[in-house]
């Protein structure tokens, strides 16, 4: 299986995470996809105010792929305090439309909105299996564009280094955005696990050097990131 190195370390306590990018197959996905990152009043509430909005969510041509609750983050991207994340798969784009945002703002009595953030599936949506024991991540990141020559050299060698490695984690969803409510617009929502804690722990164990690699790609061709870790409710 080949395997692009498009993504990056985190650094946050006990959850330090090596990320790559797996060259997963095509995927017939002519869609949109939509990441929504909340900070809820009472989850409990919120939870439940998300499935009575799922009824018209599927008559929009949606559905909720993944709830998760936010339990930590690094790094700064602008955005306030988040402790829900949903993802969305819609048929077709909702937030160039006021009735589409409307829709989504419906949330607000149990949640404040954030962030949303819509755009292609470059890879995904992956469905293979429930979450439960995955360790999951979400990647924001906008990328500073000053040499893209040079980004896709680093990007390609990055990318022979992981060849093969044990543990690597996948991209469930990896989003190219266009558009966003409540932030500016970044240029890649990433939503990606490995299977467990324990597989993203012997992962960085055993590839030190690659991940100081990382950190040097971070530093030349980002401007600004953001790192959230989501533990999967549905």
Do not use: W
Not at 5 to 24: C, D, E, K, P
Not at 75 to 94: E, K, Q
Not at 131 to 148: C, I, M, V
Not at 174 to 203: K, N
């Amino acid at each position: 299986m080949r395997i692009e190195f498009r993504h990056y370390a985190l650094a946050f306590g006990a959850f330090i995470f090596g990320i790559v990018t797996l060259a997963l197959p095509a995927f017939a996905s002519s869609g949109s996809g939509i990441v929504g990152l909340y900070q809820a009043f009472d989850p409990q509430a919120f939870d439940q105010a998300l499935r009575r909005v799922e009824p018209a969510l599927t008559s929009k041509g949606c559905g909720v792929a993944r709830v998760g609750e936010v339990v930590g983050v690094q790094a700064d991207i602008g955005l306030g305090d988040v402790n829900r994340l949903i993802h969305v798969t819609c048929a077709a784009t909702i937030l160039d439309k006021a009735s589409g945002r409307d829709l989504l703002d419906s949330l607000s009595a149990a949640g404040s909105p954030v962030a949303l953030l819509e755009g292609r599936y470059l890879e995904g949506p992956l469905d293979n299996g429930a979450p439960e024991g995955r360790a999951y991540l979400l990647k924001l990141s906008r990328y500073s564009n000053s040499d893209p020559n040079a980004r896709d050299v680093d990007l390609a060698a990055l990318d022979e280094q992981v060849e093969g490695l044990a543990d690597v984690y996948r991209n469930e969803v990896y989003l190219e955005v266009h558009r966003a409510v409540g932030m500016p617009t970044p240029d890649e929502a990433v939503l990606l696990y490995y299977p467990s804690p324990e597989a993203g722990e012997r992962f960085r164990a055993n590839n030190r050097p690659l991940l100081e690699q990382i950190g040097r790609f971070n530093r030349a061709h980002l401007t600004e990131f953001a790192y959230y870790v989501v533990k999967p409710l549905r």
